[in-house]
């Protein structure tokens, strides 16, 4: 299965899952979630 999409690193309310009752559909590349943290603690540390 190939899958296109983003990851919404600024939109940190998507973390809460349940309430947003979003399903699991694929695991990202380990250095696409590297990049992802890195843009999170920018954000939180700014």
Same mark, same amino acid.
């Given at each position: 299965m190939s899958l296109n999409g983003v990851i919404l690193a600024d939109q940190l309310k998507s973390l809460d899952w349940k309430a947003r009752n979003a399903v699991f559909i694929a695991n990202a590349k380990p250095e696409t979630i %590297? %990049?992802?943290?890195e843009l999170i603690n920018t954000l939180i540390c700014s």
């Amino acid at each position: 299965m190939s899958l296109n999409g983003v990851i919404l690193a600024d939109q940190l309310k998507s973390l809460d899952w349940k309430a947003r009752n979003a399903v699991f559909i694929a695991n990202a590349k380990p250095e696409t979630i %590297d %990049d992802v943290i890195e843009l999170i603690n920018t954000l939180i540390c700014s």
